[in-house]
């Protein structure tokens, strides 16, 4: 069976939503698509919020309640019938996430057991077969084919294989 | 520079230790390293006594004080500047380790960085060139260089190259 890498933050869940919404809630910041294309999120806030991201992102609590990407909870349960899937997530970046990463893909894949749960840094050391994910630096040294999962940050980056949605990720590997 | 994945339990920290000095302060049991040969630890102990190795194990705060095992510091440091190390665990076996596992690690081998820690389930994604681990299970799938590391439970397996130490790595690897 293949072993299908797939990332969590902006491919399985929606992080930047969270932000996004917290900005406008608690600074009255409004962030539109537009202004995050091809960009980082703290390139699209004034230098003054810039920290929030930090600050937010190192929160207990932060990545327990990230909604759900559309249709990924369906595709992902079917890839893992024909797949070996393994959530792959870069946690290690954020000591207080771990926690919540995990409690969150208990509630919302729990058909993902525990030996299928990868919290890194560098991705260089995941050995699959196939990785969807949004950052092309996790790419660099894979092996395997890579699969960029579409967001803003990314927009204009070329020379991958890309999916937009989760319904075009079963429409290439289901 | 060749990646060398490190195993946490029974490799870099001595997590037997704690359980036989519970055993002997909690439950008045004593457990000897001849009890321990060849067998796993929850094997050593009276059925009733059993239970108790689990709920130790999944209790908050278990792995953040385990004794480091004898001249590990030293040689991990010496063998992140040759090569690229990887502390890769098993830690989403016990959710409630991951904070204490990662603490444990920037207390005892802060040079080791967020970039260069996984924790995961299954180590068959793990892509490193050399793996020192107490687990056979965990080389099964692996296609680089597997080395054994010596542990009462692994006593009896042959046709693996084997280390007893640290010091015995350092002379292997260095």
């Known amino acids: 069976m293949l072993k299908l890498a797939i990332d969590m933050d902006e491919v399985m869940a929606d992080t930047w939503a969270k932000f996004i919404q917290r900005f406008k809630e608690r600074e009255g910041f409004e962030i539109t698509s537009e202004m995050l294309t091809g960009k980082e999120l703290s390139q699209a806030v004034p230098a003054e919020l810039k920290p929030r991201v930090h600050e937010w992102i190192n929160e207990k609590g932060f990545f327990r309640d990230l909604p759900v990407m559309?249709?990924?909870?369906?595709?992902?349960?079917?890839?893992?019938?024909?797949?070996?899937?393994?959530?792959?997530?870069?946690?290690?970046?954020?000591?207080?996430?771990?926690?919540?990463?995990?409690?969150?893909?208990?509630?919302?894949?729990?058909?993902?057991?525990?030996?299928?749960?990868?919290?890194?840094?560098?991705?260089?050391?995941?050995?699959?077969?196939?990785?969807?994910?949004?950052?092309?630096?996790?790419?660099?040294?894979?092996?395997?084919?890579?699969?960029?999962?579409?967001?803003?940050?990314?927009h204009f980056i070329k020379d991958y294989e890309r999916v937009n949605t989760w319904e075009e990720v079963a429409g290439l590997l289901l």
């Open 70 to 154: 559309k249709d990924a909870q369906r595709v992902v349960k079917e890839l893992n019938q024909k797949y070996e899937v393994f959530v792959a997530s870069a946690a290690s970046e954020f000591r207080n996430s771990y926690e919540d990463k995990y409690d969150w893909l208990e509630e919302f894949f729990p058909f993902i057991d525990w030996r299928h749960i990868v919290f890194c840094g560098d991705k260089s050391i995941i050995g699959a077969d196939i990785m969807i994910d949004d950052r092309i630096r996790n790419f660099s040294q894979f092996k395997g084919r890579p699969i960029l999962y579409s967001s803003p940050h990314n």
